[in-house]
């Protein structure tokens, strides 16, 4: 089935140039509950932190592969782009799995064991041990994972930039602006993956097949990881369940709402779909602007709380 797309004019900033932004940031000092009072949306969103280094970096290995098959100079610029703030996008939530997890005594292996055996393993150049890795077909399917969790990262991006319940509950400064440069790359950048597919061949039935994979993916990795992460919690907090946990932390503002969460991964089946129409590059480009880790990144040196 064709994949006939269309960009809604001005909904992304056109001969935009994606540049990495070379960020740091001190964890000295950061709570555990750096959500104060609320253990269960901290550590939902902390799965986040287990996730990205290794994901994030598996994007960059397929992207090394691909570059020099893009036909289109324009994506192939944007798709390097894109692979530079990836890489620090891992080297940034690693940081946080050094020294925020590891200062207040929580070994995350365990779990991010399982997460490096999902990109080798399952995801890598030798699925299941097939020497597949650098063929044309298993590269689109690589690329159609990484489009539709990238349409959920925008996602969650776009969400993060607008959620005030996160200052209202007064969120650490530093994990929010962590949290929200993030965000606002991944609203940057968020056409580029799907281009990427696109121009190596990728189709309607294809993506649609990627988005159910990378639901069930994320879904089981977000019910684990806050599970673990409870368990592992030094003040040992009682898990209000998974499903009640979110919706109560959704109505107070803290993480998105499952609702919204459905829609947007209904969106991605839209034969017409574009993520250029989803987020605003404006809105994202202007966080940038005042964000504080990235205004230091100018001038070298971490973000820390005053």
Request: proline share 6%.
């Amino acid at each position: 089935m064709p994949d006939n797309t269309s960009i809604v004019p001005g909904a992304q900033l056109r001969g935009h140039l994606i540049l990495p932004r070379h960020v740091k940031f001190d964890w000295t000092a950061m709570p555990v509950h750096w959500l104060p009072g609320d253990p269960y949306a901290t550590h939902v969103i902390n799965v986040l932190h287990l996730m990205f280094p290794a994901g994030e970096l598996w994007f960059c290995r397929v992207y090394n592969k691909v570059l020099p098959l893009l036909t289109d100079p324009r994506v192939r610029a944007d798709a390097e782009g894109f692979m530079r703030q990836e890489a620090i996008h891992a080297r940034s939530h690693e940081g946080v799995v050094k020294h925020y997890f590891q200062a207040h005594q929580i070994d995350t292996r365990p779990f991010t064991a399982r997460i490096d055996r999902l990109f080798s393993l399952y995801l890598g150049d030798k699925p299941f041990g097939l020497k597949i890795g650098k063929s044309r077909f298993w590269m689109c399917q690589q690329l159609g994972m990484i489009a539709a969790l990238e349409h959920f990262f925008a996602y969650l991006g776009n969400w993060v930039l607008n959620a005030d319940g996160l200052d209202r509950a007064h969120a650490h400064p530093v994990m929010l602006d962590l949290l929200r440069w993030h965000g606002a790359e991944e609203v940057e950048h968020r056409a580029v993956a799907y281009e990427v597919f696109r121009n190596m061949g990728g189709g309607y039935i294809e993506r649609a097949f990627h988005m159910l994979l990378a639901m069930t993916i994320l879904i089981v990795l977000f019910y684990q990881g806050s599970h673990f992460l409870f368990r592992a919690d030094p003040g040992r907090p009682v898990y209000p369940g998974f499903l009640s946990g979110w919706r109560n932390a959704a109505v107070r503002g803290v993480l998105p709402g499952l609702g919204s969460v459905l829609l947007a991964a209904a969106r991605y089946f839209n034969p017409w779909f574009h993520p250029g129409n989803e987020g605003n590059t404006a809105q994202a480009l202007a966080y940038l602007q005042r964000s504080p880790a990235a205004s230091v990144a100018v001038h070298g040196g971490a973000w820390r709380r005053g």
